[in-house]
Nanobody
Framework: QVQLVESGGGLVQAGGSLRLSCAAS????????MGWYRQAPGKQRELVAQ???????NYADSVKGRFTISRDNAKNTVYLQMNSLKPENTAVYYC???????????????WGQGTQVTVSS
């Protein structure tokens, strides 16, 4: 069984910072793209940032220059450093990993349980 476990959410004032972490565990052969998505109340889930196994990154325009995604391939862990947070960044943040489980030939997407980020004004 593969699991993604997130940590690091919480309540922060506008202008503050938070760091999210997500560790993939279980029987994993390889991990491709890892990323973070978010879903605010009444809105669709949207991509925040992605990072490939070689370190290439992709960000939503709204977070460029403020958020930084990184990963530790040895630990199958992805991080999201969020600076200069704004109230509109309030959402449940979900970790995503596209990976190949052990014993399989095909990659599939896995999701974390979500972690709440609340930014007060």
């Amino acid at each position: 069984q593969v699991q993604l476990v997130e940590s690091g959410g919480g309540l922060v004032q506008a202008g503050g910072s938070l760091r999210l972490s997500c560790a993939a565990s279980g029987s994993i052969f390889s991990v491709n793209v890892m990323g973070w998505y978010r879903q605010a109340p009444g809105k669709q889930r949207e991509l925040v940032a992605q990072i490939t196994s070689s370190g290439s990154t992709n960000y939503a325009d709204s977070v460029k220059g403020r958020f930084t995604i990184s990963r530790d391939n040895a630990k199958n862990t992805v991080y999201l450093q969020m600076n200069s947070l704004k109230p509109e960044n309030t959402a449940v943040y979900y970790c995503n990993a596209n990976l190949v489980p052990s014993g399989s030939f095909f990659p599939r997407d896995y999701w974390g349980q979500g972690t709440q980020v609340t930014v007060s004004s």
